[in-house]
């Protein structure tokens, strides 16, 4: 979808971008303990509680809760937690349990172990689902996680529209770029000689129906196809050294039993991590949604 002649994502409207780009980097966190929240059972929020989570939501597009849930690995804690927040549509996407929700753990047998979100192996910079089909699109991510890595395993976090605002400062024609239709593709996925996956093809910045950003990326750099276009390749290098940068609105931080990520699938990374003897293996849950947070569409438009 292209931004409408009344948007601040609309490129011909310079004054209602810097006007909300200004209110945004104001009102933007800047320290990871802005975006905590302490709850006591995520399944069953108080008032305050919800309200203290959407409203860093609207501020960061994310929020993390600490809760007194502990290494409880009961796995309807963050679908409770969504169905809070309007998430109620689940993607039920390749490798992910039948209930949708997939534990994020070491895997040893089956297919999972030949993908890197099911090994101890670090992973780049993305959006979740990057590869799903338009009417598929991920746009609401919770992580919960039971029993943190040994050592290691972390996150770092980035809101979207804070990539948005960095490109479009260092220039506009990065965004359109972005946004072409044509911008990044990925390839089909074959298992046993036959397309499991077709090939995706699509924008990286786009609008949702309701007038909010949404951003499909990875920094993976194989099976990944960009359109041949200079301004792209150059918006891509851009994207690629705000990622690699120390800049203060990229968080780090490490989810430790009972602790979770509500968030409108911000780019995120993690770290490499090990599972010692001794220690519970890393066990996360995720669980990707087709609606972002219920609350935060508003948040996007001046």
């Keep these: 979808m292209n931004p409408d002649s009344t948007s601040h994502f609309d490129l011909h409207q310079p004054d209602a971008y810097r006007a909300w780009r200004d209110r945004k980097l104001a009102d933007h966190p800047v320290r990871l303990e802005e975006l905590v929240v302490e709850v006591r059972d995520p399944r069953s929020l108080t008032a305050a509680e919800h309200d203290a989570l959407l409203e860093r939501c609207r501020r960061a597009n994310m929020a993390v809760y600490a809760s007194r849930c502990g290494a409880d690995p009961d796995k309807s804690i963050p679908a409770a937690l969504g169905r809070q927040f309007g998430l109620l549509h689940l993607d039920h996407n390749w490798l992910a349990d039948e209930d949708a929700i997939t534990p994020l753990a070491v895997s040893r047998t089956g297919a999972r172990p030949g993908y890197i979100p099911y090994t101890d192996r670090p992973i780049r910079w993305h959006t979740d689902g990057y590869y799903n089909p338009p009417g598929r699109q991920v746009r609401g991510l919770l992580l919960h996680c039971v029993h943190p890595a040994a050592r290691g395993g972390g996150n ?51 609008l949702t129906p309701e007038g909010a950003l949404h951003m499909r990326y990875t920094a993976r750099r194989h ?61 996360l849950y995720r669980a990707r949604y087709h609606e972002r947070v219920r609350g935060t569409a508003g948040s996007a438009r001046t």
């Design 223 to 283: 099976n990944i196809r960009w359109r041949d276009e200079a301004v792209l390749r150059e918006a891509v290098a851009c994207l690629e050294r705000l990622l690699a940068s120390d800049h203060p609105a990229i968080f780090r931080a490490r989810l430790e039993s009972g602790m979770g990520l509500l968030s409108n699938n911000v780019l995120h990374d993690r770290a490499g991590f090990e599972d010692l003897p001794g220690h519970p293996p890393r066990l």
């Design 156 to 206: 770092a976090l980035l809101d979207p529209e804070i990539a948005y605002i960095h490109l479009r400062d260092c220039d506009p024609a990065y965004i359109a770029a972005l946004m072409h239709p044509q911008a990044m593709s990925i390839p089909a996925r074959e298992e046993n000689g036959a397309v499991a996956r077709a090939e995706v093809t699509g924008p990286v910045f786009s």
